[in-house]
């Protein structure tokens, strides 16, 4: 069942097969006029294809209006209600569950922009110029993980192809996340058309810009994941080569990273400057070994003084040698020796002089 906010959805221009183009409200307005109201007969649609995949929505012309709050509705053209099975073919070809009213204006959507992106964006020369384009293909578009659109870039380009998944919000997307972590995922562009004007159908010239604007922030995007990925798979290959050759010393290993560059055995240059830069790591992050010795290791101990040997040397160092007490006196005789010593140095030199 298709909710009645569908009705919402507006259309700047439509298809007129009676005069088989394209043509404005003002135009379709001018011809109702002139048929005294009447249009029923040669109804327009919302887009040649679609008239003629036989998904073609009926529109008629509605005239500029204000609204009670003032708001001013420019002229558009609106659908005929009672087109609900289009809409449920519709929302079945593009994969979305129908029965969900609050999606009901994005099948028409997703349609459109899946159109503008399977005919239009290649013939553009804009577009077709900024994007590199050598072919689009449109593919099952009912299989959720499988792309809408696929681009193939022309040769220089830095990625072969983009691979376009046109989402509203949440309610169509694939059941994976844009990017894992193969390259390949890389090429994915989840295209969210959430910002194009939800209730109306533009047209390719009203799209295009915006579109050119989120394809410039992809593609920036996908330059500085292809390097990061080819910069993580360089250090790969090099912490695996600097594995297999650390034992060399770095004159031998950067000989034999150079052979084997030139023998292509090593996939580019920035794998061998990424592999010097690990070997030297490396060696500097290694642990000092110690030196060769026939000699036992040993450790010098502080032996503590006692302080009865401590007042003999001082005993001896104020008297130049001179006075050697016995060693059997015990530490305090020794502290009332150590004080009675005169405090005149030259005169314990004396003493020891006169008794020579």
Request: hydrophobic letters at 30%; a negative charge; proline letters at 5%.
């Amino acid at each position: 069942m298709t909710n009645s906010t569908s009705l919402k959805l507006t259309w700047p221009q439509a298809w007129y097969p009676k005069e088989q183009r394209d043509i404005t409200v003002e135009y379709a307005l001018k011809v109702r006029d002139q048929n005294s109201g009447e249009y029923r007969e040669n109804p327009c649609f919302n887009s040649r294809e679609w008239y003629e995949s036989g998904y073609g929505i009926r529109l008629f012309p509605k005239r500029e209006y204000t609204t009670q709050r003032g708001i001013v509705v420019r002229a558009h053209f609106c659908q005929y209600r009672g087109q609900e099975n289009t809409y449920t073919k519709i929302a079945e070809e593009i994969g979305i569950n129908n029965s969900d009213a609050q999606y009901t204006n994005t099948p028409a959507r997703i349609k459109t922009m899946i159109d503008y992106l399977s005919t239009n964006i290649a013939e553009d020369n804009i577009s077709a110029s900024q994007m590199e384009i050598v072919t689009v293909n449109k593919l099952q578009v009912n299989d959720l993980n499988c792309p809408d659109i696929i681009i193939h870039h022309k040769g220089g380009f830095h990625r072969r192809e983009t691979r376009i998944f046109v989402i509203d919000g949440y309610c169509r997307k694939p059941n994976y996340d844009e990017r894992d972590s193969t390259v390949q995922s890389i090429d994915n562009w989840f295209l969210n058309i959430t910002k194009y004007a939800p209730n109306t159908i533009t047209t390719w010239e009203a799209v295009r810009p915006l579109l050119m604007e989120e394809w410039n922030s992809f593609n920036n995007r996908t330059k500085s994941e292809i390097s990061a990925f080819n910069d993580r798979l360089d250090r790969e290959e090099a912490e695996v080569l600097v594995a297999e050759l650390i034992d060399l010393d770095y004159e031998n290993f950067l000989a034999e990273i150079k052979l084997r560059l030139s023998n292509g055995d090593i996939s580019s240059q920035s794998v061998l400057d990424s592999a010097k830069e690990l070997y030297l790591e490396n060696i500097h992050s290694r642990p000092e070994e110690p030196e060769f010795t026939t000699h036992p290791s040993f450790e010098l101990k502080d032996n503590p003084v006692s302080e009865k040997d401590e007042l003999l040397q001082k005993i001896q160092s104020r008297t130049f040698g001179y006075i050697r007490p016995p060693i059997s006196l015990d530490s305090e005789a020794l502290r009332i020796l150590l004080e009675n010593l005169p405090s005149n140095p030259v005169i314990l030199l004396n003493m020891r002089i006169a008794t020579s």
